[in-house]
Structure formats: C-alpha cells, structure tokens
C-alpha cells in the first residue's frame, strides 16, 4: 500500500499567483484569505501531530459550538502512554532536523568568522594618528545608563506581544485563533465584492479636484492672507488663545491622570495591608516563555457526574454546602473593600413571597 500525497498548498499558491497576475485588484480579498489559509494550515498540522497533549481544537469544532451551541464532537480520553511509539518518531525527526540545522548554522558561522579575521589581518592597522597619546587613567561614562531600563521595558512589551502572537498563530490560545480565522475569510469574502478599481480612480479624481483645483486660492485668501493680514498685538492674542486652550485642555487631562495614580496608589497600600507586601499580575492572555504539556504517562477522562434527582440539583444550584472564597477584588472609592457576591437571591431565614 503506497500512500501518495498531493501537494495542495503549491497548487493553491500557483492558482492564486495565476488569478492575481490576471486581476490585482483581488489582491485585498486574496490577502484575507491568505490568513485564513495560514491559520487552517497550522490548525490541520496541529491535528496531525500523533502526541494527543499537543493538539488544539480544530475550526470545524469551535464552529459548530458558535453556531450549535454544543460541539458534535464527544470528549477525547487520552489514554496512559497513547501513540508513544508514533510520538517517539515524531519527536525524533524533528529533534534530527534541529540538529542538523544548527551544525549547519554553526558551521557558516565559524567560515564567516573566520573570513572577518582574515580580512581584518589584511588591512591591518587602521589607526593613522601619530599624535601621542596619554597612558594616564581612562574613565569611561555609559552615555546610554539612564535609558537602558526604559528601553528595557519597551523590549518586555515587544516579547509579550510576540508571545501572544505566536500562542495564536499555533492555535495554542484557540479561541483567539478561531476569531482571527473566522474573521479573515469573511473580510476575504467580503472585499471580494467589493470594486476596488472603482473606488481607487473615483478616490483619486476627488483629491484631485478638491485639494489641487484653483479654488484652493480661496484657502490662501480667508486663511493664510487673513493670519498675514494681524499685526503683532493680534498675533500674541492669537497665540495666546491657543496656549490657554490648551492648557486647560491639559489641565483635566492631567487631573485625571493624578486622581489614577492616588487611586493606585492607594489600592496598592491596602491590598499590601490585608494580603502582604508583594503584589503581582496575572495574565488574562497566555504569555508564557515556554510551551508546557503533560507527560506521557498522563492520562484524561471526560468528567461525567452522577445523576441526581430535581430536588437535589435545586438544592445544589441554591448553594447548598458551598463556600464562597472571596477573592482579592477590592472595591469602593474611599476605603476599598472586598467584593461580596450571594450565591444566590432567595432569602435566609425568611419566607419567599
């Protein structure tokens, strides 16, 4: 039995390639679609892989959970140690591939390294001054110390930003990716309707005759011959006019900003008062450095409670032998406070109406 694989994504490319030549003006739409393909490819990749920890959700089953409200698809038991001789395979391919791929990396490297050398050693000394120089003590001064930390955080920011796209690109956050997919071939769709040759000429004919007509004469006459026209006392009344605008305008912004940071700062101190000195943040997004999966001896079941009867739900969905943990939200403006939530709206100790 011989398996033959048929390279679709090529012929995919060659055929959009061929219709773009043809008409560019799909070019927008062929871009959306364009997402939406990369991210099924990667979907479809994720599938295929034989470790069942590693794969994600698929399209068609976030889908029909959008649409259905309910996936088709029953839960997955993965059971101890499942596909972990195709796994092995799998790890081990790509674990080669790795390999080869930085010993060839090094390898140009050291050639590379080793050409920079010689080259050096061929033009020699490059230091053409023949004053003397002092051999006294040389301090040296970091011009760039006080911005380091700045761009610091600014570099943080960026490696977040990666992480999260890179969670999304590799359907690691699903949901995310889902969205972005979806999104991608409806625009793709969309924009494929749309004239966008009708719209660039009809665009560009109005810029034209609006900004570039001679009745831009009239701009010169009521504007700028008008701000010529003031004479000095006008001008400093002018200027002076903005500058007052502007600095109220400044003003409500800075006001607003001080009244944050008191809030902040006075959030702060009362969380350090009643959980301890140390705060940090939770990320709502994924945004960690390493991708971790459970091991191969792990196992999964779909999580089926027993039966209970309607009385007993009811009771249960009351609260019912359920505790309620408050969590570390604080609210009120003046004096924050824990966030207190009832379980549930009937009365305690009461008749209900």
């Given amino acids: 039995r011989k398996t033959i694989n048929i390279p679709t994504h090529s012929i995919s490319a060659f055929i959009t390639g061929v219709i773009l030549v043809e008409r560019p003006t799909l070019i927008p739409s062929f871009g959306f679609a364009f997402i939406g393909w990369v991210m099924l490819a990667i979907s479809q990749w994720r599938q295929n892989n034989p470790n069942p920890w590693n794969r994600c959700k698929s399209f068609s089953e ?120 979806l999104a991608s071939l409806g625009l793709s769709l969309v924009t494929f309707f749309v004239p966008w040759a009708f719209l660039a000429c009809w665009t560009s004919r109005l810029l034209v005759w609006v900004l570039l007509g001679p009745w831009m004469k009239l701009v010169d006459i009521y504007w700028y011959r008008e701000m010529e026209g003031m ?33 902040a700062w006075k959030l702060a101190a009362v969380k350090k008062y009643m959980f301890g000195r140390f705060i940090t943040r939770v990320n709502v997004l994924k945004l960690n450095r390493y991708r971790y999966l459970p091991l191969p001896t792990s196992t999964a079941t779909p999580y089926s409670p027993d039966p209970q009867k309607l009385a007993e ?15 570390q939200h604080l609210v009120g403006d003046m004096i924050p406070m824990l966030e207190s939530k009832k379980t549930t709206d009937a009365p305690t100790g009461q008749p209900t109406a």
């Fill in 313 to 327: 739900l009811a009771m249960d969905e009351a609260g019912r032998n359920r505790t309620r943990v408050t969590g």
């Fill in 62 to 181: 976030l889908l029909q959970i959008l649409i259905l409200g309910r996936s088709t698809v029953p839960p997955h038991s993965i059971a101890k140690n499942e596909n972990q001789k195709e796994v092995d395979v799998w790890q081990n391919k790509w674990r080669k591939r790795i390999e080869l791929a930085e010993k060839e990396a090094e390898r140009k490297a050291k050639l590379d390294q080793q050409e920079y050398l010689q080259y050096l050693q061929d033009i020699g000394d490059t230091d053409f001054d023949i004053s003397t120089k002092s051999s006294g003590i040389q301090v040296s001064i970091d011009p760039f110390k006080v911005v380091l930390f700045p761009i610091q955080n600014i570099l943080a920011t960026v490696c977040e930003c990666l992480r999260f796209v890179k969670f999304v690109v590799i359907w690691e956050d699903c949901h995310f990716a889902f969205w972005l997919t």
């Fill in 231 to 263: 004479t000095p006392e006008e001008r400093k009344e002018r200027d002076a006019r903005v500058r007052r605008l502007r600095r109220e305008a400044n003003k409500e912004v800075a006001k607003e900003a001080r009244i944050n940071r008191e809030n």
